[in-house]
Structure formats: C-alpha cells, structure tokens
C-alpha cells in the first residue's frame, strides 16, 4: 500500500541523503494503517513542487518523543548534534504535548525507493 504524508525541505533533503533513516510521526489513525514493506510519498510542503518515495522497512511505537528519542541515534533521526531535549522541543513546533498524549509516537524507519 502506498501511503501520503507532507514533510518538510531539510528532513526530505536528509532522506534523499541517506543521513535521515527515521521519520517521526504521531501514532494517529492514519500512521496505524501503515505496515513494513509499504510505501510512503512524501510531498515537500509547504511548496509541494517535489516528491520522494521511501520504503517503510521498521516500526516502533513509543509512548512519547522523549522515550523515542532516547532509543536511536540522533543521526538516524536527521538530527546529528541535537541534544533530546532540543529534538522534543522541536517536535513541539509541529505537534502538541497533548497530541502525543493521546497518540503516542512512532519511529518509522525508511529506504528511499531510486
């Protein structure tokens, strides 16, 4: 099944690099109908003039960013010399503490499909 999410120029520019293996979402109703082995197109936004296709190749859930965080390499996560705390903070720019309360988190790990 192939999936469609936004995402923005510097996490899409660091997929297409292979220095972002990760993709950080929300475990919302839309993330939980995804599986391994799908595929997500990802549309730069907020321009949408550019698309990218990864494969979904692992998943983990987490009950928050800060759990999530802590278990992979701020590397993966297109984040290389971010503290956690600086990673959580920026996340909140995008979601809320109140969506990931109810949502929990989920690490999404990805190939970019050539």
Known sequence: MNHHMGLYEEPMEAIK???????VRLNDEKR???SV???I????????TEQIKVEV???VSY????EMYSNFPASDLGAEGKTIEEM???????Y????EKKWGTLAIQVKLIQ
């Open 41 to 48: 197109t990802f549309t730069k936004v907020p321009e949408e």
């Open 63 to 66: 009950s928050s960013f800060h």
């Open 57 to 59: 190749t692992a998943m």
């Open 32 to 34: 939980r109908k995804i």
């Open 37 to 39: 082995g799908d595929t």
């Open 96 to 99: 809320t503490p109140e969506q």
């Open 88 to 94: 959580v903070k920026s996340t909140y720019h995008i």
């Open 17 to 23: 690099s292979g220095n972002k293996k990760i993709e």
